[in-house]
Structure formats: structure tokens, C-alpha cells
């Protein structure tokens, strides 16, 4: 439990040289629910910044927690090893180990002691991490990874983005940072709050590429939005990024247009850069497709989106996340809201079906920590393998190209059918007045009303009545959203706190229930 630095990333990776199971617990879910994760977890010790220890004694539990260290200024609780010390104590092994030893072989060159602290030894299947899921769509569940899982997403995202030893990252989101570590990339910690990507000052993220000369970054679509208007809108561009990427929501198609513009150069001129230069011809922003219990699974670019797909999601197709990558499968089913005890017990849906999706690659993690029914509920077995269930529903098209259509849990249950989130998201999101929108139910299911909630863009704009009625004869003259009438407004959507960008639609179907009924 320690704020985003250098110390962090270090101490990670001291953890894992010492064997330990390190448990990441992502402070923007709020202080009840990581209180639960943690009861959950009961862990045999807490590295962490002063105010985490005071509030570990004072609540009387851990009990199990021997194990502590204070990281940071300030006075911690009873007789705390700090970081200080260790790095101290490390300093004087190394000084120790740096003798070098004849060898007993003419010539040789000698050989360094073993330090006091070697390496712990672990096989690809031994427990290297629980990371907690946000939370986003029900109670966090922490997610058991294995080393061999890790050392399989690093090959994964290296190999296919080829990212080089060498390059600079700026991780939008911290714990992206520590794939850096095991690629040879060096990290740029970025001047911001990792929990309000939405919020992020786009001129200290501007800086820090420039001043560091940045290769490749990583953000929410949340973050970019920041970024990207304040380029378009000062005519900056950053020639020294190869790639982008971005993560953790859909990103919208006007993202994906301003940091095209930007990575390649072509940002209009304004009064404050009236000369339009710089740029990569091949730099491009990437959407990475997964979830926290399964990553990678499919990729693809801004410019294939904006050439190919871009066109089809304003139709109401979904949004296209690509293809997947190397020794990943992906496969549809029908959707089913029951564990599946093996794969015999479900089929897979044909070419452009829409059902749930699932995955299998050597990444995906076998379990949720000490939750034996929702690792029943999300694994599928298949014979020595299994297949993980995203929670999502979408299809495959005829060139193998993976669309997402929305979350299993945000489907409309119509008298007239199911209406998927995401595709009539698309259609409604051509709106030019249209920041973001966000379909609901209201009712029993089977039975639900449709209500689309519209957040529109901060500036002075038609009024909500004359919107409301442009989104109407919109939604009627496509028939996935011909049944949609009801619109209602809201000055901000309540979304999920590790992105900035996934909805609380369960809030949101509240809201617009008292909506209606008032």
C-alpha cells in the first residue's frame, strides 16, 4: 500500500525476490471495499505508507500481520522495519558479495560470493500475486496470478507491440509500470492522481513526454480525451511517442481521431503553433482488449478502426477490439448466467452471433483468492485446460475480427428481446451534442423499459428539448434502437474509479427509475 514512485516499483520487485505472494489492492475502490479485500486476504504483513499502519493497529485485526514495513516520512506504530533500512541492510550484502573469490581453474576470472539475499526459486505455477478486480460490476474479487502468468503477458505485449529494451513508458496507470521493469523499458512516473485519469492535468502529461523523450505511454481512454483536446485545441504534437495505448472502457471514435492526429502530426495549426510538424508516420494508438483476470486477449489500432470499423460501430455493430493475439483462443457462447461445469455443456455460437465471450492463452489465471463459487461461476474446464468467462457479450466476424457488444450484466431485457449496451451506445454517440450515453433497464426483466441517460459536451450547446428530439428521430431510423424513446440527462455519469470510463449502469438504473416515476 504505497502511493505510485519509484519506491513501489522497487519494492515490488524485492517482494518477488524474496518469494513472497504480493497482494495489490487498488486504493480508488473506496475504504470499505478495500477493508473487505483485505479480511479476505489476511495477509502475513503490510508495506506501506505510515497512515496504512496506523489504521491496520487501531482496528484491532490483522492479527497475522508481523511482517510490516513503513515506507515514507512520518512515525508508524511500534518497531517498524522501514524502507531506509532495507535498502541499508541490502547496501552492506552487496558491499559484502563484492568480493571476488580466486578461481580454482588456471586463468579464471574469480567469482562473486552469493549475496545474503539470493533469489528465491519458484516454478511457473507457484502464487506470485492477488490483484483485485475494480469492482465495477459487483464486489472486488481478488485474482490469483501465477509467475509463469506474468512471464506469459510480458512475451504477449512485447512481442506484439514490439516494444525494445531501452524505450521510455509513461504509465497512466501504475501497476502497467512494472511490466517496464521486466522489458528493459524505463518508467516515467506521471505527475497525477492514478485514481482521476478524467481528471489529469494534460500539460504536466504533455511535459513529461517531451521532456523525457517518452516512446510509448499508457492511458484510459479518460486520460487521452484530456490529452488529445489539449493538443488539437494548442496544435502540439509528440513526435517522440511511437505508440499509445489505452485501456479499461471502450474508447470513443473522437479519442481515437484527435491522437491520431496528434501521434502522426497532422494537428491542425493554431495561434499557438501555427506550424504544423512532427509526428510519426508509424505511430499509432492501440486498444489492448481484456480484463484483469485475462490479459491480453485482442488488439487493435486507431487507424484500422478509423478505416475500417469506425463507420460500422455508428451503424450499431459494437466496437470492434480486433484480433487476438498470439496463443490466445476466443470463442462465443450463448449466453448463460449459470457456472458451466465443462465445455460439453455449452456449444459455440457461428460467425456474427452475438453470445458471451470466452478466452483460453497461457495468461489467463485459473482462480479468484479463496472464492470457490465465483471461480466456479467464471472457469469453464476442458479436459486439461479451461476457458475464463469475460462477463462480456460480443461476436466474431467473418475475418476473425472480435466486436464487443457490452457487458453480460448491462443487457436490456425487453418485451421485444435483448438490447445490447455498447452497439446502441454507438448509434445514439453520432450525436454531435453527445459526450457519452449509456442504456438502461427499468423493470422486470423481460419487461424492461429502455431509458438512454445522455451526458453532453461542456459547451453551450441546443437545449435538452431540442436534443431530445434529434435523439428520437436518430434512434427510429435504425431498428436496433427504433424502441428507444425515453432520454434523459445527466451533468456527469457515474463511472468506475480505476479508469474514469466504466459506467455504473446499477447506479444509473436507480437514477432513472425515481427519474420516471417522479
Known amino acids: 500500500m504505497v502511493r505510485p514512485s519509484l519506491e513501489f516499483i522497487a519494492l515490488t520487485f524485492a517482494l518477488f525476490k524474496a518469494g513472497a505472494v504480493i497482494v495489490l489492492i487498488d486504493p480508488g475502490m473506496g475504504r470499505t471495499n478495500i477493508f473487505k479485500c483485505l479480511e479476505e486476504v489476511d495477509p502475513d504483513g503490510f508495506v506501506a505508507i505510515?497512515?496504512?499502519?496506523?489504521?491496520?493497529?487501531?482496528?484491532?485485526?490483522?492479527?497475522?500481520?508481523?511482517?510490516?514495513?513503513?515506507?515514507?516520512?512520518?512515525?508508524?506504530?511500534?518497531?517498524?522495519?522501514?524502507?531506509?533500512?532495507?535498502?541499508?541492510?541490502?547496501?552492506?550484502?552487496?558491499?559484502?558479495?563484492?568480493?571476488?573469490?580466486?578461481s580454482p581453474s588456471?586463468?579464471?576470472?574469480?567469482?562473486?560470493?552469493?549475496?545474503?539475499?539470493?533469489?528465491a526459486r519458484t516454478q511457473p505455477t507457484d502464487s506470485a500475486a492477488v490483484i483485485f478486480t475494480s469492482g465495477s460490476t459487483g464486489p472486488p474479487k481478488g485474482v490469483l496470478y501465477e509467475h509463469g502468468m506474468f512471464n506469459a503477458q510480458v512475451d504477449l505485449l512485447q512481442q506484439f507491440y514490439g516494444i525494445e529494451p531501452g524505450e521510455v513508458d509513461l504509465p497512466g496507470f501504475p501497476l502497467f509500470g512494472l511490466f517496464n521493469a521486466a522489458m528493459g523499458v524505463t518508467t516515467v512516473i506521471p505527475d497525477m492522481d492514478p485514481t482521476k485519469p478524467a481528471q489529469v492535468d494534460p500539460l504536466k502529461i504533455i511535459e513529461a513526454i517531451r521532456d523525457n523523450g517518452v516512446t510509448q505511454a499508457f492511458g484510459s481512454p479518460a486520460l487521452w480525451n484530456r490529452v488529445g483536446s489539449y493538443c488539437v485545441e494548442k496544435g502540439i504534437v509528440l513526435p517522440s511517442?511511437?505508440?499509445?495505448?489505452?485501456?479499461?472502457?471502450?474508447?470513443?471514435?473522437?479519442?481515437?481521431?484527435?491522437?491520431?492526429?496528434?501521434?502522426?502530426?497532422?494537428?491542425?495549426?493554431?495561434?499557438?503553433?501555427?506550424?504544423?510538424?512532427?509526428?510519426?508516420?508509424?505511430?499509432?494508438?492501440?486498444?489492448?482488449?481484456?480484463?484483469?483476470?485475462?490479459?491480453?486477449?485482442?488488439?487493435?489500432?486507431?487507424?484500422?478502426?478509423?478505416?475500417?470499423?469506425?463507420?460500422?460501430?455508428?451503424?450499431?455493430?459494437?466496437?470492434?477490439?480486433?484480433?487476438?493475439?498470439?496463443?490466445?483462443?476466443?470463442?462465443?457462447?450463448p449466453v448463460n448466467d449459470g457456472p458451466i461445469a465443462n465445455i460439453e455443456q455449452t456449444r459455440f455460437l457461428p460467425v456474427g452471433e452475438i453470445g458471451e465471450i470466452i478466452v483460453r492463452s497461457p495468461s489467463v489465471t485459473r482462480e479468484y483468492f479463496r472464492r470457490p463459487e465465483p471461480t466456479a461461476a467464471a472457469k469453464i474446464p476442458d479436459g486439461e485446460t479451461f476457458w475464463h468467462r469475460i462477463g462480456d457479450v460480443g461476436y466474431l466476424d467473418e475475418e476473425g475480427?472480435?466486436?464487443?457488444?457490452?457487458?453480460?450484466?448491462?443487457?436490456?431485457?425487453?418485451?421485444?428481446?435483448?438490447?445490447?449496451?455498447?452497439?446502441?451506445?454507438?448509434?445514439?454517440?453520432?450525436?454531435?451534442?453527445?459526450?457519452?450515453?449509456?442504456?438502461?433497464?427499468?423493470?422486470?426483466?423481460?419487461?424492461?423499459?429502455?431509458?438512454t441517460v445522455i451526458e453532453r459536451f461542456p459547451i453551450k450547446g441546443p437545449s435538452p428539448a431540442t436534443i431530445r428530439a434529434e435523439l428520437q428521430s436518430l434512434a427510429k431510423s435504425f431498428p436496433l434502437t427504433a424502441g428507444i424513446d425515453t432520454f434523459e440527462f445527466i451533468d456527469s455519469m457515474p463511472v468506475d474509479t480505476r479508469h474514469n470510463v466504466k459506467i455504473n449502469r446499477e447506479a444509473l438504473s436507480e437514477w432513472a427509475a425515481k427519474k420516471l416515476s417522479r
Open 401 to 451: 475480427l472480435l466486436w464487443f457488444c457490452g457487458r453480460k450484466a448491462h443487457i436490456v431485457h425487453t418485451a421485444a428481446g435483448p438490447l445490447y449496451s455498447v452497439c446502441c451506445e454507438g448509434i445514439l454517440d453520432s450525436h454531435p451534442q453527445v459526450f457519452r450515453s449509456a442504456l438502461v433497464g427499468v423493470g422486470p426483466r423481460g419487461q424492461q423499459k429502455p431509458i
Open 241 to 333: 511517442l511511437r505508440r499509445a495505448l489505452s485501456a479499461g472502457g471502450p474508447v470513443p471514435i473522437r479519442v481515437l481521431e484527435m491522437m491520431t492526429q496528434v501521434l502522426t502530426g497532422t494537428v491542425p495549426a493554431s495561434e499557438d503553433s501555427p506550424r504544423r510538424h512532427g509526428g510519426t508516420e508509424k505511430a499509432d494508438l492501440h486498444t489492448p482488449y481484456g480484463a484483469t483476470e485475462s490479459l491480453p486477449v485482442a488488439s487493435i489500432s486507431a487507424r484500422e478502426v478509423l478505416a475500417r470499423t469506425a463507420a460500422k460501430t455508428r451503424r450499431g455493430a459494437g466496437t470492434c477490439v480486433g484480433r487476438a493475439f498470439p496463443g490466445v483462443d476466443i470463442r462465443i457462447i
Open 50 to 102: 505510515p497512515v496504512v499502519h496506523w489504521i491496520r493497529m487501531l482496528s484491532g485485526k490483522f492479527a497475522r500481520a508481523r511482517l510490516n514495513v513503513r515506507v515514507g516520512r512520518g512515525w508508524g506504530p511500534g518497531c517498524l522495519a522501514t524502507y531506509r533500512s532495507l535498502l541499508e541492510l541490502g547496501g552492506e550484502s552487496l558491499a559484502g558479495s563484492s568480493t571476488l573469490t580466486p
Open 106 to 119: 588456471p586463468g579464471g576470472r574469480g567469482e562473486r560470493e552469493p549475496s545474503e539475499f539470493p533469489i
